[in-house]
């Protein structure tokens, strides 16, 4: 639920206000509670129909917090009267900790709302991208915010911290300065870009692979996947488990032959909507990167079910698994773990979304030395000879 279409923060890598879609600009900056009565009302239809036990409900933005203690009381407590009868609802908050005082937190707390939180890294890091509209850092204020979520009284909120993988950042200095604020969890992300935009680092990719990345082509850098590797093999070499790294946990699920269910990696069906603040349904956000109106469903919370969008060929497609896939990706040996990458990134202007993601070098090289790592701990752990190792990877195929 997008509660706040507006962001205290300018993030020059924000694909809400600086990608294709500028739809943000004709949304009411808050979502009215007419709006989220109706979205609530919508959710407990969906679960009847479809016999939930559970739903997600993510308040979002923007920045979530803008709406104000009083709005943010008078929502939750729609929630909890109209929705927790109906279904067990798990409420988080995906926040920038600008905001994040004792009062807010205390709010959150009575209504059992869990709070992650943007960081990037080392303050130099953080700094570099997240930054107020007037250019002020704002590093200082979310490292306060991440203390006040650290006190005994408040630790059982924190879900973890997202973090957005800066090439121009050391992933082991990264890494450790998110261990500072010992989170639970801590998720990586991809900046979002596509075949026509691409991020930071791979403007030189313009072509698709026309076949599975069996091997990386000589010459071709995979700087993300090197920057992972560094992190993965930090985290993994560590002597105690320090957090959860959701990406990284995901993908050594899936070479060990179990389920990898996130939106970058993985073949499980998808099972977000977004509502935005005037009630319009939408698919992910990341589509924003494409082109104007592109995650537009048409649809809205007033005159539309969520089963509506469950119709719809983009979430169709979403659903499909293997065969929601291009030729390459589905011939791939890696797409088990893969999935093909984060649809958005899929996106070339001449074939849609059947291509593979413009970081499929680094998502192959990244998966094949997890690989390689994991294989080699289960053997050794076996007692066993080690299969492959960091130097003698096994063959995709």
């Known amino acids: 639920m997008k509660i706040h ?33 109706q979205t609530v009302d919508r959710i407990a239809e969906h679960a009847r129909e479809h016999g939930l036990s559970m739903v997600r409900l993510i308040l979002h933005g923007g920045e979530p ?46 209504h059992r709302v869990g709070v992650a939180v943007s960081l990037d890294g080392t303050s130099a890091a953080h700094d570099r991208h997240r930054r107020f509209a007037n250019g002020r850092a704002s590093h200082e204020r979310v490292a306060a915010a991440l203390h006040r979520l650290n006190e ?82 930090r985290w993994f070499d560590a002597p105690r488990k320090e957090t959860r790294v959701r990406m990284f946990e995901e993908v050594i699920s899936g070479v060990l032959g179990g389920a990898v269910n996130t939106e970058v990696f993985g073949l499980e069906p998808v099972d977000l909507v977004v509502v935005e603040a005037d009630g319009a349904l939408e698919h992910s956000d990341s589509l924003k990167v494409v082109g104007e109106g ?46 093909g990458g984060l649809y958005t990134h899929r996106h070339h202007p001449a074939t849609r979304f059947e291509t593979p993601s413009v970081y499929c070098y680094d998502l192959a090289a990244f998966i094949v030395h997890v690989r390689s790592r994991v294989h080699t701990a289960v053997a050794q752990l076996a007692g066993g000879t080690p299969r492959s190792g960091p130097e003698h990877p096994q063959p995709l195929l």
Request: a neutral charge; aromatic letters at 8%; one cysteine or more.
């Open 152 to 233: 005994p009284r408040h630790r059982e909120l924190f879900v973890g911290l997202l973090c957005t993988v800066d090439l121009e950042s050391d992933p082991v200095e990264s890494y450790e300065a998110l261990l500072e604020f010992a989170p639970p969890r801590v998720d990586f992300t991809l900046r979002h870009g596509d075949w026509r935009h691409p991020p930071p680092g791979l403007e030189h990719r313009s072509v698709p692979p026309a076949r599975p990345p069996d091997t990386v082509p000589d010459g071709e850098p995979t700087p993300y996947a090197q920057w992972l590797i560094a992190a993965f093999d």
């Open 5 to 37: 279409s507006l962001c205290n923060l300018s993030c020059d890598y924000c694909y809400m206000y600086f990608a294709a879609d500028q739809s943000w600009r004709r949304r009411p900056p808050v979502m009215a509670l007419d709006t989220v009565r």
């Open 294 to 339: 592109v995650p537009e469903t048409g649809l809205d919370v007033f005159r539309h079910s969520f089963s509506d969008v469950l119709a719809t060929k983009t979430i169709r497609r979403r659903q499909a698994g293997l065969r929601g896939l291009g030729p390459v990706c589905r011939d791939c040996a890696l797409v088990d773990v893969c999935g």
């Open 65 to 110: 917090l803008l709406v104000g203690k009083r709005h943010l009381a008078q929502l939750l407590a729609v929630v909890a009267e109209r929705l927790a009868p109906v279904v067990e609802v798990r409420c988080s908050m995906q926040s920038n900790g600008v905001l994040l005082d004792h009062a807010f937190l205390t709010l959150l707390r009575h």
